[in-house]
Structure formats: structure tokens, C-alpha cells
């Protein structure tokens, strides 16, 4: 049978073995989904794809949506509709396009009347919608987070949303095993936030990709389910594909009564508890890569850079690039200091702050508020912070806290109180700030420009942050009765701020005019652009012979490919405008002339070669890919890319093109440098110089190659195995009752559904295919 590992088996193992629906001798599997979560703006694509190919959502029953990181935060109490109450016109209309789709699929939608409406991740817990042994899946890159409960749950592009929603499977190959061990006692002050913040400064942001983080070790296991749930968040962080922990008695006190879990005591419950005990790793199984940590080791963590592995004790001080002993990292610390504005040497508790943001689906479930409420109660905020915000992660976080009085305590502090969402994690929405503002944030990216153009974070516990916003400076929590003296005055806010590195202000992005032609005919367009709809496959990807940029930088995250304001599109065109956004404009948004994009011959560049490692981590945004398709850019050459960015790219045709041999990668980079063309050979495996010698050799799984090569449907090739997805559908039935939807989700419960008769794949001009490959 494919797929089964003959002897001890890791926790990650068992579960992406159970949900293998077929599997090809390259590895590649048609994965079983069992939960897909959908929120509003990594899904306008995917539904215009399905309503293109005229396609149904197969599953409803197990697809739960919401709205959550466009919207405003303020007071719902005037709340009549999205049209009325979303006020910026790009995140209203993907606002008003996931109510219609939601209206189209018939789908279940926690939206801004209701209570259960909150940030997708906290809310598919909350629910008892995450659960045990199960394959969750979102457009989003923090879909780690329902890991905690021993599932398997990934972040994925909107073309896999697309294809998750058409087929309720994915094509998927099996991600390493590694194992991150967390031993002994936390010391008072230190939370579940400050292991993971540990973890990913010890194994850096790169540390995990390839792998799916397994985490266990008796300071796991002592952690609540909450907890847990931040440290599953952040794997992605560290580069992993998913991180879990193996369920436990916490795991199954947490589901009791969830409205989606099954029902208590019932012969459904215990056979689900049952099976929930299986899921362990094995004595003996084997981990790719192990790590282990003392939990005393860990102090209270903060963040002092742009990447969430620049991390540092609190009793520390900024590094400085002499720190470093790698190249590369130390031009990444020159930077991130002159972005954060911050000198080496300087004490942490010396940085002082403008503001404070308690909230994001790391951070903002109930204890953490009670957390948060327990350390700032009957005091008040430092004059000297222009903004302390708390964002409950879930309407119902927001009501189980007011039933508590913590709503009280916080405003009696100073504190806003406002209305579940994503807000200031990311800034799509007005929660934004200001360029040059330095905050203290309880969420899970530093990434420049992330919370505002010029934004500077500082990633920290809930616990941090409060203590934070009482002193008004960086602080440690264990020792806040000696802080009371030194707490900054008003004017010395953004005393040791620096001038800020800038892109232009996030007013509203004229989407209309970024439109081409092509999009308004809603076709797809000529080879190296972005497809306005997808349903047909893509241009043939064979040879590729261009001008190449290089680019000598490492962990550029998709945050740095195309900030956040470019998001709030509902196509996948014209998003070449943001590409590169804040390196590549001035501050009024003219064209910087030292961003290598901008320069000669490079605008026409057709490749993108990269110094660094790990291109394209964080966000899940498959605008990423389709700002570069959008440039002109069909291949990019690095040392490693991030999981998901990866795998997004060869869903649009594109070929991310990872050069293991250092030597090979630097002849390609000077190729690129001296601005001459170079050319990529897919079907020899070879990039070439233009004239003809090899410079470099690389893989690619054989099955996304042969999609590239023939320009390949995927949906429509995954549409083919009906028979063995309604099959696996059928046995998931009969094994796992629980499954189908239940609770309110019931009233879609359809079981395997059929499916019209499979059509062939086709060929980017709509010609069938008639032997595409052996599948
Ligand atoms: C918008 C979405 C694609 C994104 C993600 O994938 O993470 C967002 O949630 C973020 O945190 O950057
Ligand atoms: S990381 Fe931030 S923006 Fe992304 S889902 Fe979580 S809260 Fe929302």
C-alpha cells in the first residue's frame, strides 16, 4: 500500500499516512483534506477559478470561512452590513466578494454580526472544527496553529485553496521529520511565546524548511492547549511546514463541549478519544534532525531585528554584525539595526516605545488577555505610549473576557478595547503605524514595514507587552516593581528612534487602474504574465533563456515581495506595481534608481537570482508569485526557498529553481551581475551561460516537472482520481463518523460526493490532453 513506513512511526508520519488517497513512485500524493478553513483574502481567486472552470465546492461540510484581516476593528454596534461598515473601498470589496462567494457555495460563514466571527486560527479551535489527526488547511502561512491538537495543518497558496475546494485533496509530498524537544521547568515570567521566540532564534528562520516540527518534551506537555497553540503558530517561523504536538488529556479536556467536536460522552466521543491516543510517535522513530532545549535556559524573549530569528534575552543587549560569524548575516544585522533604528550595545530595556499591540492568532485567546489584564490591573499605561491596543483573536475570546471584567481592567489602564480581527499583526485594515513608530507586539512577524511602512516591531509575549506598556520601554516582566521610577515621560517618546526607512503611505491602492486589458477580458494572458483566472493550466515551461537580476540578499520574505496594502485584490494581475514595493519606490513613490529592478538591462529581467538563502518565507500570499509573474519573471535561482512561496510558484508556471553547489550558484550570480542573459533548460536540468556553457545543474520532483513541461492543469489532473478520493471519502465515513460535518455543520452533510465524470486535463489553449502522464 503506498505510502506505509514499515516500522516505528512518528506522530507525522501516522497522520499524512492516513490521508494519503494515492501516490505516484515520485513521492507526489493526492492528500486527503479533512478541514479547510477560508478567509477574504486569499480566496477571491480560488472561487473566480472554480466559478470559471464551473466547478462546486465538494466539501461544505467540512469548509468553514470568515473575515478577519481587512476589517476594522472599532465598535460593531452600528453593524448592519460589510458594505456600510468597511469604509476603505479595496477592503470593502473583498469583504462584499467573500459574502457573495460564501452566498454562491453555500457555505458556513462566521461573518461581522456574528459572535463566532474572529481570526481564522483561533476560531477553527474554539469551534472544535480543529481536531485531532486531522488535515487542516488555509490560505494562510499560520494554519500551523491548529497543529497543536496532533494535526496535521499547513498554510497554503490560492491556487490550492482553488484546488482544495474543487477536490477536497491536495498534491502533496511528504515533508522530513524533526523533532524540537523542550525539557524541564519554565522560571516564573516565562511563557509558551518565549519557547517558540527561543526555538526559532537557536534554528533561524530557515531551520525548519523541509520539515514538519514535531513538539514534545515534559515543558510541552505541561503547557495548555493555548499555549501550544502559539508555539504551533510561529513553526512556520522557523521555516516548517507544520509543527504539532501529539494529543494528550489537555487536548481532550479543551474539545469537551466544542460545537463542532463530537458530542460528549457520546459512542462517537469515545471511539474519536480512542483513536485521538493513537497518535503518538513510536519509541524509536526517526527524526531527520532532532533539537533539545532546556526550559531553563529560556528567559524572557524579545525580538531586536526584522526577522523573527533575531531574537534575544531580556537582560540582553543589541548585537551588533560582529556577532555574526557568516557573511551574510552579518549584512542582515547592519541592515535590520538601521531599519529598527537601534544601536549595538544598547541594552533592551533601554529601547523606548510608541505604542503597544496585544492581539494576532498567536497571542490574543482568553489567556492571554487574562495574562495581560493580571499584570496591568489597577495600574496605568506610560504617558509616553500614543497607542495601547487590545484585539480579542475571536468575538467569543472578546465576550468570555467582559464576563471576566478584563475589558474593564484594561480601559482602566488605558488600555482600547476593541474588536476581534488581525489588525495591527499586519496593518490591512487602519490598525497601522506610523513610519518610525517602534511597537511592542504580541504577534508573530518583525518583517520590515509588517505592522505600517516603517513600522518597527518587537515580537514579545502578552505578558512582555503588558509590562511593556506600563513602563513604556522594553521590560522585564519579572522585575516590574523597579521599573516604577524610570518610567519615560511623554516627550521622550521615540527617544532612541532613528529616521526611519520609509515606502510611501498606504492610502488606498487604485487597483482599477493596475488592471490590464487581459484581466478586464478575464482570459489568460500572454506567456509571461499572470493569468487573470486559472482553470486551463498554464503556459509550457521548457527553456527560459533572459536577462537575470541578481539579488544579493537572504530571507527576503513575501512580506518584502509585495506588502500588505497589495493584497486587498481580487486578481491575480497588474500586482507587478507592488512588487519589491519598499526597496524598489521612493518615498512619493517614484522609482528608486539603486533598486536593481529599476536598473539597465534589468528591467526586462526574466530571472531573478538570489545570494541568500530562503527566499520567499512567511506569508503565504500567492501574490508573491504572480508580482513577479506580473514583472516578467518566470524563474527564480536561490540556495532555498521558503515551503509554501515554493510550492506557489509551480502552481503558476513558474520555476523556483534551487542551486544546491555554491560554486554554481555564485558563476550564476556573476552571469547575472555583468548583466548578461543566461538560460534555464528544464528539460536538460541545466543553466547555461548565454553562450552555452553550463554554469549550474538542478533538481525538480519529476511530477512538477512534467507539469511544467506540458503545461498541466492540476485540478483537472486530480479530478481524474474521483473514484479513489470517493472511495477514501466512503472509508473516512465508516472509521471516523465524526468527521462529516457535525454540529451546525450538519446541515451540509452530504458524505462522498460524486462528481460529474472527469474531464481531461487541458493544455493552456483549452486542447485536451490525451496522454498527459501516467497518473
Ligand atoms: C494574508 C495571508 C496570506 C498572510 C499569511 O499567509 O500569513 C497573513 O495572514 C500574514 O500573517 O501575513
Ligand atoms: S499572522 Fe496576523 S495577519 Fe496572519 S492570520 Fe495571524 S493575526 Fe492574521
Not at 468597511?86 to 461581522?112: A, H, I, W
Not at 524509536?284 to 524572557?300: L, Q
Not at 519529476?702 to 511544467?708: A, P, S, V, Y
Request: hydrophobic share 35%; charged share 25%.
Amino acid at each position: 500500500m503506498p505510502g506505509v513506513i514499515k516500522g516505528p512511526q512518528t506522530l507525522y508520519d501516522k497522520v499524512f499516512n492516513d490521508h494519503i488517497v494515492d501516490e505516484q513512485d515520485d513521492g507526489t500524493c493526492v492528500l486527503y483534506i479533512d478541514r479547510h478553513l477560508v478567509h477574504e483574502v486569499t480566496s477571491p481567486q480560488a472561487f473566480e477559478g472554480l466559478k470559471n472552470a464551473a466547478r462546486k465546492v465538494r466539501r461544505p461540510d467540512n469548509t468553514l470561512v470568515t473575515t478577519d484581516h481587512n476589517i476594522p476593528t472599532t465598535s460593531r454596534k452600528h453593524f448592519k452590513n460589510v458594505t456600510t461598515f468597511v469604509e476603505e473601498t479595496d477592503s470593502r470589496l473583498q469583504c462584499e466578494t467573500l459574502e457573495q462567494n460564501v452566498k454562491d457555495f453555500k457555505l458556513t460563514y462566521f461573518g461581522l454580526g456574528d459572535k463566532r466571527q474572529g481570526i481564522v486560527h483561533i476560531i477553527g479551535p474554539e469551534q472544535g472544527f480543529t481536531l485531532p489527526g486531522t488535515t487542516v488547511v488555509c490560505g494562510d502561512s499560520h494554519t500551523s496553529t491548529h497543529g497543536a491538537f496532533g494535526a496535521l495543518a499547513f498554510g497554503i497558496g490560492t491556487s490550492e485553496v482553488e484546488h482544495v475546494l474543487a477536490t477536497q485533496t491536495l498534491l502533496s509530498r511528504k515533508s522530513k521529520n524533526m523533532k524540537v524537544q523542550v525539557d524541564g521547568e519554565l522560571a516564573p515570567g516565562v511563557s509558551s511565546k518565549d519557547i517558540i521566540l527561543y526555538v526559532i532564534g537557536q534554528i533561524g528562520t530557515a531551520g525548519g524548511t523541509g520539515h514538519v516540527i514535531e513538539f514534545c518534551g515534559s515543558a510541552i506537555a505541561a503547557l495548555s492547549m493555548e499555549a501550544r497553540m502559539s508555539i504551533c503558530n510561529m513553526s512556520i517561523e522557523g521555516g516548517a511546514r507544520a509543527g504539532l504536538v501529539a494529543p494528550d488529556d489537555i487536548t481532550f479536556e479543551y474539545l469537551k463541549n466544542r460545537p463542532l467536536a463530537p458530542k460528549l460522552d457520546s459512542p462517537e466521543w469515545k471511539k474519536a478519544v480512542k483513536y485521538w491516543r493513537s497518535l503518538r510517535s513510536d519509541e524509536g522513530a526517526n527524526y531527520d534532525v532532532e533539537v533539545i532545549i532546556n526550559a531553563r535556559d529560556i528567559e524572557p524573549t524579545v525580538s531586536w531585528g526584522t526577522s523573527p530569528q533575531d531574537v534575544i534575552g531580556i537582560t540582553g543587549v543589541v548585537p551588533g554584525p560582529d556577532d555574526f560569524k557568516d557573511e551574510n548575516k552579518k549584512q542582515a544585522c547592519r541592515r535590520s539595526l538601521d531599519y529598527m533604528g537601534l544601536k549595538e550595545g544598547t541594552k533592551m530595556t533601554d529601547i523606548v516605545l510608541d505604542k503597544v499591540f496585544i492581539g494576532s492568532c498567536t497571542n490574543a485567546r482568553i489567556e492571554d488577555l487574562r495574562i495581560a489584564a493580571s499584570i496591568v490591573k489597577g495600574k496605568t499605561v506610560a504617558p509616553n505610549l500614543t497607542r495601547v491596543m487590545i484585539v480579542p483573536g475571536s468575538g467569543l475570546v472578546k465576550r468570555q473576557a467582559e464576563s471576566e471584567g478584563l475589558d474593564k481592567v484594561f480601559q482602566d489602564a488605558g488600555f482600547e478595547w476593541r474588536e476581534a480581527g488581525c489588525s495591527m499583526c499586519l496593518g490591512m485594515n487602519p490598525d497601522i503605524l506610523q513610519p518610525g513608530e517602534r511597537c511592542a507586539s504580541t504577534s508573530n512577524r518583525n518583517f520590515e514595514g509588517r505592522q505600517g511602512a516603517g513600522g518597527r516591531t518587537h515580537l514579545m509575549s502578552p505578558a512582555m507587552a503588558a509590562a511593556a506598556a506600563l513602563v513604556g520601554k522594553l521590560a522585564d516582566v519579572r522585575h516590574l516593581a523597579d521599573y516604577e521610577k524610570a518610567v519615560p515621560s511623554a516627550k521622550s517618546a521615540g527617544a532612541n528612534v532613528h529616521p526611519p526607512i520609509v515606502d510611501d503611505p498606504e492610502s488606498d491602492i487604485d487597483f482599477e487602474s493596475m488592471l490590464g486589458e487581459d484581466d478586464a477580458n478575464q482570459g489568460n494572458t500572454a506567456d509571461t504574465k499572470a493569468p487573470a483566472s486559472k482553470g486551463s493550466g498554464f503556459p509550457k515551461f521548457t527553456q527560459l533563456k533572459g536577462i537575470a537580476a541578481p539579488m544579493d540578499r537572504s530571507n527576503v520574505d513575501t512580506d518584502a515581495i509585495i506588502p500588505k496594502q497589495f493584497l486587498k485584490t481580487i486578481k491575480r494581475s497588474g500586482l507587478s506595481a507592488g512588487l519589491f514595493h519598499a526597496w524598489s519606490k521612493n518615498k512619493d513613490g517614484s522609482l528608486n534608481p539603486d533598486f536593481i529592478l529599476n536598473q539597465e538591462p534589468y528591467t526586462k529581467s526574466k530571472i531573478l537570482v538570489v545570494s541568500g538563502p530562503n527566499f520567499g518565507c512567511g506569508s503565504s500570499r500567492e501574490h508573491a508569485p504572480w508580482a513577479l509573474l506580473d514583472f516578467g519573471i518566470t524563474c527564480i535561482i536561490a540556495s532555498s526557498f521558503g515551503d509554501i512561496f515554493y510550492n506557489n510558484t509551480f502552481k503558476n508556471g513558474m520555476l523556483p529553481l534551487q542551486v544546491d553547489d555554491p560554486e554554481a550558484l555564485k558563476a550564476v550570480f556573476a552571469e547575472a551581475q555583468a548583466g548578461r542573459e543566461i538560460e534555464v533548460d528544464l528539460e536538460t536540468n541545466t543553466v547555461k551561460s548565454a553562450d552555452g556553457k553550463k554554469l549550474a545543474t538542478f533538481e525538480v520532483d519529476d511530477f512538477r516537472r512534467k507539469c511544467l513541461l506540458e503545461g498541466l492543469d492540476e485540478i483537472g489532473l486530480t479530478l481524474m482520481k474521483d473514484e479513489k478520493i470517493s472511495r477514501f471519502e466512503k472509508r473516512r465515513t465508516e472509521e471516523t463518523p465524526w468527521l462529516d460535518g457535525s454540529g451546525y455543520l450538519s446541515r451540509h452533510r452530504v458524505g462522498a460526493v460524486k462528481v460529474e465524470a472527469a474531464p481531461l486535463p487541458k493544455t493552456n489553449r483549452g486542447e485536451a490532453v490525451e496522454e498527459p502522464l501516467e497518473w
